[in-house]
């Protein structure tokens, strides 16, 4: 064998002994989920801290039934309280259940704002609940959802 076939051998056996670990590593943190990258159930545990969620005709939704493109979804979400110093929205949630990011928006709120309202566009993976969790100053937690079929950029 030639010294210098034996070297390039050593030197690529050593590169890869030194890059595996690395590759690996990188492969464990990839699998290990973020904050972002949660199901939707430890999406509202999270949220809720494993409090109730209760339906309410308090909070209201406005999204299109039918997007035609699942990469800006307009949504509109209004919860009926009277926003004063005793009682009044903390913040709003709002959720795709199907997303790879489940949480779509988070806006946290005062009894200075006046209004418990936001409006935003979100991105839908496919057709999907849109859900808004309401967190109310008392410590509950008021929720509405709307289904919206996503047609054209999404998984339909």
Do not use: W
């Not at 545990?45 to 406005?62: C, D, E, Q, R, Y």
């Not at 699942?70 to 929205?89: I, L, Q, W």
């Not at 999907?128 to 996503?150: C, H, P, R, W, Y």
């Amino acid at each position: 064998m030639e010294r210098r076939s034996f070297l390039k051998g050593f030197g690529a056996a050593a590169a890869c002994a030194v890059a595996l670990p690395t590759i690996a590593s990188a492969a464990e943190e990839k699998k290990s989920a973020g904050p972002n990258e949660m199901n939707f159930e430890t999406a509202v545990a999270a949220i809720t801290g494993g409090k109730a969620l209760m339906p309410s005709a308090k909070v209201k939704i406005k999204a299109p039934e039918i997007a035609e493109n699942g990469a800006v979804v307009p949504v509109k979400v209004t919860v009926e309280s009277p926003m004063t110093s005793k009682d009044y929205v903390k913040a709003i949630h709002l959720l795709a259940s199907k997303n790879g990011n489940v949480r779509c928006a988070n806006i946290y709120l005062t009894p200075a704002n006046g209004e418990a309202f936001f409006g935003t566009r979100i991105k839908l993976g496919g057709t999907q609940d849109v859900v808004a969790i309401a967190e109310m100053s008392d410590g509950t937690f008021l929720s509405a959802k709307q289904n919206v079929k996503v047609t054209i950029g999404g998984c339909g």
